[in-house]
């Protein structure tokens, strides 16, 4: 499996919707919180078979604005949104592979996170 960087620094900017990691390779991703909830992992929002990933419809603010993140494990973290949903568990290596700098993801965000708009 190898190894798998972890955070060393969270900050949710909630001004921006923004979650910033640094990992423990020095790597700093910032993530839009419309891209996280959007493609959230849980087995309601993903379904139960395998496939790449689907994203959800964001339509209202609260879906993307962060109530609580806290760690799960050694491996993970679970953000708690303020629409109430609270079940998707982030690992280590999903944000990593989700990152969206400009590094990791030279062609930027997806169509539909870029569209997001709950003004």
Not at 18 to 27: G, P
Not at 58 to 73: F, L
């Amino acid at each position: 499996m190898g190894y798998v960087p972890h955070p060393t620094a969270i900050e949710y900017e909630s001004a921006t919707n923004r979650l910033k990691m640094v990992f423990s390779d020095d790597h700093v991703s910032v993530y839009p919180t419309a891209y996280l909830r959007g493609y959230c992992p849980c087995a309601r929002c993903q379904g139960h078979s395998a496939g790449p990933p689907k994203f959800q419809e964001i339509t209202t603010s609260a879906q993307i604005e962060v109530d609580d993140i806290h760690q799960v494990g050694s491996y993970a973290l679970a953000i708690c949104w303020a629409d109430g949903h609270d079940t998707g568990i982030y690992s280590w290596r999903l944000l990593r592979d989700m990152c969206p700098c400009p590094e990791c993801m030279p062609d930027g965000l997806p169509e539909e996170v870029q569209a997001v708009d709950v003004g």
